[in-house]
């Protein structure tokens, strides 16, 4: 069997000859095996059109790994081909266990035993036959609102001058005192105001904040947020509240470059790293990632929203969790607003959504799927609004 790969190294494995993919292998390959790491989209791209089983290397569910997994997804590779690292296991997208982890890491075994199942069952990537075009005759498809619900935010929002509730962490907290990396230093100039909130230099001089809490660890609120981000246009902040940064690589190779680039920022809990104090915005998509750390900066994202949007997961795993999440959430004591589910990577008429609006229909205005980038125009419109 011959495969094709983009990793650098060479492997010998007794019936498997590895070609490397440099766009001028020759004779016929049998699958292809695509890795994250550079030029892992246009890897893809050309595997894809080559008529052969494809396996995708994701790795971590971090939001590199995450992209990865919506890229090969749009690709049209099947979830059994798409590979993560979760709980220690090497899985596939659609929860099959295939090996441990080894070192750390994903195994060339695990890789293998998925390249022979997409063989033998002949799991090719979904060839395309129409591609929309830009033009006026193809308008992009509005994301749908259930009739039967209010709209967002509607019966939900606060009175005028009212008492909002203060948030609770649903699904843990962090120790105290651990920063993760990239962790905004003490002392330094984006260190915590002394007098008013730590994103204080930010909310206050937003038009509208839009906050985006992360329902469970595989939620992809990273994806969403950017998504939104673009769709809003210029003027725009994505504000990333984590243990360590995470979100920054849908605007730079780096943490400090997306900060350069003026539409990202981070806060630890501590200190804003990368934001402006003297710019203006129009809109901050507020994300905040779990674990849930410092409730300071939790209440302050949650008390400074126009509106509250949670970012629900579409996996099995995930979708459970994240259900548990959001019914610990909406059952509070403290009467918590939410405005918006948002499922990631998932069509509207997808079973996932359907799944949240049976459990939450009758106490969230706004449920739905966001599957391609023009969806996220009519998301943005409806969050907006009011």
């Not at 994301?143 to 967002?152: D, L, M, N, W």
């Not at 660890?217 to 504000?239: E, I, N, R, T, Y």
């Not at 998932?346 to 966001?370: C, K, Q, T, W």
Request: hydrophobic residues 40%.
């Amino acid at each position: 069997m011959r495969v094709l790969s983009n990793v650098g190294k060479q492997f010998r494995v007794k019936g498997v000859e590895f070609v490397r993919f440099n766009g001028d292998q020759d004779g016929k390959v049998d699958a292809a095996v695509v890795v994250r790491g550079p030029d892992f989209s246009g890897s893809l791209d050309a595997a894809a059109d080559m008529g052969v089983p494809v396996v995708v290397v994701a790795g971590t569910e971090d939001a590199a790994g995450m992209e990865c997994v919506r890229i090969a997804g749009e690709c049209g590779v099947p979830d059994e081909c798409i590979l993560v690292l979760r709980g220690g296991k090497v899985v596939d997208i659609s929860g099959k266990e295939l090996a441990p982890a080894v070192r750390g890491g994903i195994g060339l075994s695990a890789v293998l035993e998925a390249v022979k199942s997409a063989v033998e069952n002949n799991y090719v990537p979904e060839p395309v036959v129409w591609v929309p075009d830009s033009g006026p005759g193809n308008p992009p498809r509005a994301t749908r609102v259930p009739e039967q619900h209010h709209p967002v935010g509607e019966a939900t929002l606060p009175e005028e001058g009212g008492e909002r509730p203060v948030p609770v962490d649903p699904v843990g907290h962090p120790e105290p005192g651990v920063a993760g990396r990239g962790s905004v230093p003490a002392g330094e100039e984006a260190a915590v105001v002394a007098n008013g909130g730590v994103l204080s230099p930010v909310l206050e001089r937003a038009g509208k904040v839009i906050a985006l809490f992360q329902s469970s660890p595989g939620a992809d609120s990273s994806s969403v947020a950017a998504g939104l981000l673009k769709a809003m246009g210029d003027g725009v902040l994505h504000l990333e509240v984590g243990s360590a940064p995470a979100s920054y690589v849908h605007y730079g190779e780096s943490p400090d470059a997306a900060v350069a680039g003026g539409r990202y920022a981070f806060c630890d809990g501590r200190g804003i790293l990368g934001a402006d104090r003297q710019g203006l915005y129009e809109y901050v998509v507020a994300e905040v990632r779990v674990p849930l750390g410092n409730p300071q900066v939790v209440d302050e994202v949650y008390r400074a929203a126009h509106r509250v949007v949670h970012v629900v997961g579409h996996s099995f795993k995930d979708a459970s969790e994240s259900v548990h999440n959001v019914q610990l959430w909406l059952d509070s004591e403290m009467k918590l607003r939410l405005d918006a589910l948002v499922v990631d990577r998932v069509p509207e008429s997808s079973h996932v959504v359907e799944l949240y609006r049976g459990n939450f229909a009758d106490r969230v205005g706004m449920i739905v799927g966001i599957e391609k980038d023009e969806d996220f125009g009519a998301l943005a419109e409806s969050l907006l609004r009011g």
